[in-house]
């Protein structure tokens, strides 16, 4: 098989992959409902954070991330690193536009930070770590999401060996960006809501 098959046999396979919906699944499975239809509409960890509470909304992050991560590893097992990045990019993008779900996914955050751990540990720990203090500070998932990625593309531009490193982290910040430009818009008006922790949902 030439390199140009396996990478779009890893590019494909990360997107089917990404078509798995955790939220989607997740909100049927824990309350008979489906979070689309609540919130923004998203099938995302924030989403479901926001509707039904603290477990699914963690639950639904932990599968997210596991999907982007494994599909990093599929794409290595395929053809080595070049290949997981195909991979990574394909998972994001099934995330985000699953055709099995009408092209309405999420936001890709989770997938995208767990893709990109498991292709640069360090620089993904470094973006999730920076997210993380972000949202504690905020109290919002967006900002916390759009300058972890940020992070994240800084460190791919100075410290990357290949060109690999530095396309793959420039289309994971596009694609986030891309999918939070209405957060963007609400932040520049100071429109933005913070995100409330509260008791779970109860089921229906």
Known sequence: MNQALIYCVAAIAGYLIGNIQFAVIFSHMLHHDDVRHHGSGNAGSTNM???????AGVMTFIGDFIKGAGAVLLGRALGGQETAYCAALGVVIGHCWPVFFRF??????ASSLGA????NPLWGLVAGLEGIAVAAITRKISPASLTGFTVYLIIALIYGNTMWDKIAAVLLFAIVVYRHRENIARLIHGEESAVLVRT???DK
Do not use: T
């Not at 954070?49 to 477990?55: E, I, Q």
């Not at 990109?116 to 292709?119: F, G, P, Q, R, T």
């Open 49 to 55: 954070l926001r509707v039904y509470g603290v477990k």
């Open 200 to 202: 779970d949902k109860e």
């Open 104 to 109: 309405k996914g999420g936001k890709g955050v």
């Open 116 to 119: 990109a751990v498991l292709l």
